[in-house]
């Protein structure tokens, strides 16, 4: 199910931090994706614990152009970073979702918290294809989303957890 908009992540709070490379169309694409995944368990999950959504650009990935994920959808270049296997941001936006209510915040709040870390590709306007890496903390469980530029639209091609929950809803 798609979200009403003022229930988006705010774009506004990221789309300030986009450079010229950065393709605003794929931005918006990915946001709304990613944003109904994480509503989506927002939703479902206990709300005894901050809810945080960050968000931020990678341009330095581990042997990106030797590294593959292979889908039905065809190959993806795998987005894994140098810090433990973690992307390693540029910049990013920290936002906390409360009554499905978005603030922005400098630093992550407390120790109680669900975080669901979200790593784009720079440069998304040179290229036809981008794959983002996902992680919801704690658990440390990493989701990597495939999106895919045809006929001037960008779309969701490819989630590496389908084949466990069953495909999602792409935009």
Avoid at 67 to 93: I, N, Q
Avoid at 118 to 139: E, F, Y
Wanted: proline letters at 5%; hydrophobic letters at 35%.
């Amino acid at each position: 199910m798609k979200n009403p908009e003022n229930l988006k992540v705010p774009f506004a709070a990221v789309v300030a931090k986009l450079s010229e490379d950065d393709d605003r169309d794929f931005w918006r694409t990915a946001l709304t994706v990613l944003t109904d995944e994480f509503l989506h368990r927002y939703d479902e999950e206990a709300k005894n614990r901050e809810w945080v959504f960050v968000v931020g650009v990678c341009s330095h990935w581990v042997r990106p152009h030797n590294s593959s994920w292979k889908t039905s959808h065809g190959r993806f270049m795998y987005p894994e970073g140098y810090k433990d296997s973690s992307p390693e941001f540029d910049w990013l936006v920290t936002l906390v979702c409360k009554d499905r209510h978005w603030t922005h915040v400098e630093k992550l709040p407390g120790k109680r918290r669900v975080t669901f870390q979200v790593a784009i590709p720079a440069r998304t306007a040179r290229h036809k294809q981008a794959a983002v890496n996902t992680r919801w903390s704690p658990g440390k469980e990493t989701v990597l989303y495939g999106f895919r530029q045809r006929d001037g639209f960008w779309r969701c091609v490819a989630v590496s957890d389908e084949e466990l929950r069953g495909r999602i809803s792409l935009a």
